[in-house]
């Protein structure tokens, strides 16, 4: 297994934080990271966390994941 690229810890909000049908506020995170020197095709996959449910109920939180499909320019 490889070692992560880079850790992001409580990242800010976006300042654009539209809102969504039901006029509720959303947003999304930013944050920027150091890519590392490749070429060509490779996958990125993220495991983000948080703390406790949006509902601020529970202790032990959510864990999210994605995958993304790059290419690096060569």
Do not use: C
Request: aromatic letters at 10%.
């Amino acid at each position: 297994m490889r070692s992560p690229f880079a850790y992001v810890s409580d990242p800010g909000l976006s300042d654009e934080r539209p809102t969504n049908m039901a006029g509720v506020v959303s947003g999304s995170y930013e944050f920027t990271v150091k890519l590392p020197e490749k070429q060509g095709n490779h996958i990125i996959f993220t495991i983000w966390q948080r703390e406790r449910a949006a509902n601020g109920a529970g202790g032990s939180g959510e864990t999210f994941h994605s995958v993304s499909d790059v290419t690096f320019a060569k």
